[in-house]
């Protein structure tokens, strides 16, 4: 019986194996290419552009260095690729991801690992790192859908959770165009790994 295609071709020429996949076919240009065409909230938010997971992700970096003000370049850089595998699995919205189970996460980490290995990361996010960088998440998820996807205060604050909003003051959820995002993002990345 034939295998089914299980690999995904990037605009670099990479060729990634989804199931297998390995650090040397992973390029930080087709992460933040895909990133800043991966809409969140399944496009359902206001403005004329899609919020991008590329624009989440320097959210969450910002939110996680006000929350870490002595965080580890190292760290920073995993805070602004914690949604890395979305570039080629897109952004599902918790509900989805809790209807296909397991599988899923097994997916995601495996991809971010391979993302890890390829710029000098630990394979695995150490377990406290990965709460900070949770609760930076979940900071930026509360503005997103307050700002941009219809919620409510108290509804965020069931979700979300409440949080000092001190945190957050002078931040705006942004909506830009693709190649803006994709640009800032680029930079944002090669700053922190010039500085590790």
Do not use: C
């Not at 805070?79 to 080629?88: K, T």
């Amino acid at each position: 019986m034939k295998q089914k295609r299980a690999w995904q071709r990037m605009l670099s020429g990479r060729r990634l194996d989804l199931l297998d996949p390995t650090p040397m076919d992973i390029e930080i240009e087709d992460i933040a290419h895909g990133l800043a065409f991966v809409a969140r909230w399944n496009g359902q938010t206001r403005g004329d552009y899609p919020y991008s997971v590329a624009e989440h992700s320097l959210l969450v970096l910002e939110i996680f260095r006000r929350l870490q003000p002595r965080a580890k370049i190292k760290d920073q850089l995993i805070a602004l690729l914690h949604d890395a595998p979305e570039y080629v699995i897109g952004d599902m919205i918790s509900p989805v991801k809790a209807a296909i189970g397991p599988d899923y996460s097994v997916l995601d980490d495996r991809i971010l690992s391979a993302v890890h290995i390829r710029f000098g990361l630990p394979a695995k996010t150490p377990i406290t790192l990965k709460r900070q960088i949770k609760a930076a998440d979940k900071i930026s998820a509360w503005l997103e859908a307050v700002e941009i996807a219809g919620f409510s205060e108290d509804e965020a604050n069931k979700l979300f959770g409440a949080f000092d909003r001190s945190i957050a003051e002078g931040l705006d959820v942004k909506l830009r165009a693709p190649r803006e995002v994709r640009a800032e993002f680029v930079e944002t990345f090669q700053i922190l790994l010039k500085a590790v």
